[in-house]
């Protein structure tokens, strides 16, 4: 969906991961056997609906979509939880594209990864952890 660089928080001084969409993997598409102006906002990962006017031109779809994926950053944003990675801001550069900054992770590892060969207890914990987040 995008690029991660490591970053600097300008305020905070905090270095953190920041990722930037590339515009071509966030589109606006009508959804199939969708009725009027019904549209969906996909990139690789996610999908989310949004209805638009069927009267309305592409730029407005674009800023629908903008929009739209302001509000989900908005709420990623107050996720709070040891297992989930913080959403700590969000933005849109000149040409649109969204980006956002977390918490960055040094070494991360998947959850398959880290549990490859361990005890079943261990690999419960990190199973009931993930279900936590």
Known sequence: MGDVYRSR???TEEVVALKRARRDRVVMLPRSGASGGEAI???DRTTMAVT????MTSTERAEMARLALASEFR???ALRHPNIVSVLDYGFQENGSPFFT???L??????VH????QPLDVQLHL???MLYA
Request: aromatic share 4%; net charge neutral.
């Open 9 to 11: 928080d300008r305020i």
């Open 41 to 43: 906002v996909e990139s």
């Open 52 to 55: 638009s006017a069927p009267s």
């Open 75 to 77: 709420v990623l944003s």
């Open 102 to 104: 977390m918490r960055l």
């Open 106 to 111: 040094t070494d991360p590892v998947t959850i």
């Open 114 to 117: 880290a549990a490859r060969g």
């Open 127 to 129: 199973l009931f952890q």
